[in-house]
């Protein structure tokens, strides 16, 4: 594994990546392009000398590739394509790694959000990404005046594609028997 320069054109993105390629123009893209003016390449990107092909930061490649760079940073590795491919979904995979620690997340968060001089959209945490982060439930009006003397709810609305259903189906199954107490109203949008 070695550190070079590479010329960009020398470096082909992997024709199985499975990642869903951005456009100049797409929410992630410009995070991504603001990220980079702002902080530079920092994370170099992982080629593999043996095929030619990119293996992590196809994303990174698109993006500095539209801004007319040259030459850029990479790691290169000799891997046979099966090991490149396993690299591949392996840098990719969210599941690799730990996820966040919620609590230290909103806390650092907050801390940047509050310092005047620092623009904490660049960390990828748009102002709704970070409100959304916190939890924090939105005050409801109560439209029918015989509400007035319900208790106090906090509504939460959750929205899961139908492919995602049966697995959150069963941990929602499994909160409701923690908390008896709790509601729980499922709709179905119509198409």
Sequence with gaps: MNYELLPI??????PYNPRIKLK????????????????????????????????????????????GEEVVPCIVVELSLE????LNVA????????????????????????????????????????RDLLFR?????????????QPELTRVTLEITPADWPAVEQKLNTLLAEHPNLRLHVGI???
């Design 24 to 67: 100049p123009g797409d929410a992630a893209w410009k995070k991504l392009e603001r990220s980079l003016d702002e902080f530079d390449l920092v994370q170099p990107l992982v080629w593999n000398s043996v095929t030619g092909h990119v293996v992590g930061g196809h994303q990174r490649l698109q993006v500095l590739a539209h801004r």
């Design 9 to 14: 054109d020398q470096l082909k993105p992997a």
């Design 83 to 86: 090991r490149e491919k396993l």
């Design 91 to 130: 840098l990719n995979n969210p599941h690799v790694g730990s996820t966040w620690d919620v609590d230290k997340l909103l806390n650092l968060m907050d801390e940047l959000v509050d310092l005047p001089e620092v623009d904490a959209t660049l960390t990828g945490f748009d102002e709704q990404e970070h």
């Design 137 to 149: 439930p939105a005050q409801l009006r109560r439209e029918d005046p015989t509400e007035q003397n």
């Design 189 to 191: 949008d119509a198409v």
